[in-house]
């Protein structure tokens, strides 16, 4: 049996192979996954499951991959516990044609990326980075975001993997591996088969910096406004045409310009967010994200957004507007505080490790916050991401390897306390 700190890690040579499978995720599609590309990591995943000897690995028709670490422990009463990553990239940056590139024992100087020379990583715009001096990072190449949101997580998990089926001295119970699709655009776990997945607590792996542990996440919903104005000729439009395309650009400009939007709030602090703005004369439509840390606030913050909307459409005669909200998912929080030996293990196997573990209050959400609701509480783990959905995104090696430890030990903890 290898000792776990002589063990030769495999997730960077893992991660720079799927970084390079392009597995964008696609908004306007109807389909799921969203692109089938998706799939093509899918397959690399179950093929390299199997070789391993984990011999249930089966991706499914809506992409999800399923695989089982069995248990080697006596013990009968250990919870299965699920480590779970996303397959998809966001598209708010490219992520065709990934190039992937390795800097040994970083030194702090600027990472000046070779295929977009403008395109330079410097600590002053990434302050993590001056605690990786002496890593080992990885880039893309200028062109593209990396993928390390969430192939960090998936590499990870597949160097967990790897470990644990050719070092059974490691006691532990049912391991369950999740592989999902289109987490990015809010479809990660639409068709998560939970009976089939079967366990009883999970753990994302996509976090970022070292020793970060997230259990409370925004709560979210969408809104979606449409304006309907009043069409006539513009040659013979006076007194008559109302553009619905303006009326919306006036609804937009009343917003406040120095709270209540990402770009002006912080911590626990909501905001309202517009993300989508489509329209022709007769019709205009606004698609907004409202997020805040309390669910209770959601609400309010759409009356108020009604309220300014209201304001703006009565003005003008004959003009209407539909304003629908639609949940997106809720604060971990709400189920974990009911479990909190959940977040307690994770943060025990860090410190087996030597991390100094760092509670973070996700300003987003994360598969583990919808899978939370549907019955496994799930927490979210570090992998060392950083920059995700730029051109800046990097991740250390180093820190991917400590999450692989932290996962070694996680499982050994759950078979302790059973």
Not at 233 to 240: D, R, S, V
Request: include cysteine; glycine fraction near 8%; hydrophobic fraction near 35%.
């Amino acid at each position: 049996m290898t000792k776990l700190n002589d063990y030769i890690h495999t997730v960077a040579v893992r991660f720079m192979e799927y970084a390079k499978i392009d597995t964008e995720a696609d908004p306007s599609s109807t389909t799921f996954p969203s692109s089938m590309k998706q799939k093509d990591l899918g397959n690399v995943l179950v093929k390299e499951l199997l070789e391993m000897g984990v011999s249930d690995a089966e991706m499914d028709e809506w992409g999800y991959v399923y695989a089982t670490i069995p248990a080697n422990s006596s013990k009968s009463n250990i919870p299965t516990i699920c480590f779970c990553a996303h397959m998809d990239t966001a598209p708010d940056c490219s992520g065709k044609n990934v190039k992937p590139i390795l800097h040994k024992n970083y030194d702090g100087n600027p990472i000046t990326l070779p295929d977009d020379t403008s395109q330079i990583i410097t600590t002053e715009k990434h302050p993590y980075l001056k605690e990786k001096i002496g890593d080992d990072i990885i880039t893309a190449s200028g062109l593209t975001l990396l993928g390390a949101d969430d192939k960090a997580g998936v590499a990870c998990i597949m160097d967990f993997a790897h470990f644990m089926m050719n070092n059974p001295g490691f006691e532990h119970g049912k391991i369950r591996i999740l592989f999902t699709p289109d987490e990015e655009i809010g479809r990660g776990v639409d068709h998560v088969d939970m009976d089939r997945l079967g366990a009883d607590y999970g753990y994302t792996l996509d976090g970022g910096v070292l020793g970060s542990i997230e259990d409370e996440s925004f709560s979210a919903d969408a809104v979606e406004i449409n304006i309907h104005g009043i069409s006539a000729h513009p040659g013979y439009a006076k007194n008559k045409l109302v553009h619905a395309i303006k009326v919306a650009s006036e609804f937009i400009d009343e917003l406040p310009k120095d709270s209540w939007s990402p770009e002006t709030t912080e911590g626990r602090e909501g905001f309202v967010h517009p993300v989508k703005f489509t329209g022709v004369l007769e019709k205009a439509t606004i698609n907004f994200i409202i997020r805040d840390h309390e669910t209770g606030k959601l609400e309010e913050y759409e009356n108020r957004l009604k309220t300014i909307l209201d304001g703006v459409v009565s003005k003008y005669d004959g003009v209407t507007a539909d304003f629908t909200v639609t949940e997106q998912y809720r604060n971990m929080k709400e189920v974990i505080r009911e479990v909190p030996f959940v977040t307690d293990n994770a943060i025990e196997a860090m410190k087996r490790v030597g991390i100094e573990p760092r509670p973070v209050i996700i300003r987003g959400g994360t598969d583990g916050s919808r899978l939370s609701f549907m019955g496994m509480p799930c927490p979210n783990l570090f992998t060392g991401e950083m920059g995700i959905h730029s051109r800046h995104e990097y991740v250390s090696v180093q820190d991917m390897e400590k999450a692989v430890k932290t996962m070694v030990h996680l499982s050994q903890i759950w078979e302790e306390n059973a």
